[in-house]
Nanobody
Framework: VQLQASGGGLAQPGGSLRLSCAVS????????MGWYGQAPGKQRELVAT???????NYADSVEGRLTISRDNAKNTVDLQMNNLKPEDTAVYLC?????????????WGKGTLVTVSS
């Protein structure tokens, strides 16, 4: 399984960005896709995930500002980031969990940098 992320860049506070991730390879239909963020000097943290059934989960800090969506036919997951704050600055990593494996198997894409600054 390979993950290819795109998007990111520089945004001003209050601005918007959109991240996209395409997942390819041997993909079981029941899975979880999502995004994690790693800010400078901090641990990787969950931003948002979405199941193949469409159930989404968000970190409290992004609830109401970020929206995750997926296209099961294209095996893509997007993260629409609105009303960005400086504390959203981080490397964002695309995430895929294969649920065909007992306990799940995780895959990670290369990160894409989001910088929120005036």
């Amino acid at each position: 399984v390979q993950l290819q992320a795109s998007g990111g860049g520089l945004a001003q506070p209050g601005g918007s960005l959109r991240l996209s991730c395409a997942v390819s390879g041997s993909i079981f239909s029941i899975n979880i896709m999502g995004w994690y963020g790693q800010a400078p000097g901090k641990q990787r943290e969950l931003v948002a995930t979405i199941t193949s059934g469409g159930r989404s989960n968000y970190a409290d800090s992004v609830e109401g500002r970020l929206t995750i969506s997926r296209d099961n036919a294209k095996n893509t997951v997007d993260l629409q980031m609105n009303n960005l704050k400086p504390e959203d600055t981080a490397v964002y990593l695309c995430y895929f969990r294969d649920l065909s494996v007992l306990g799940g198997k995780d895959y990670w894409g290369k990160g894409t940098l989001v910088t929120v600054s005036s």
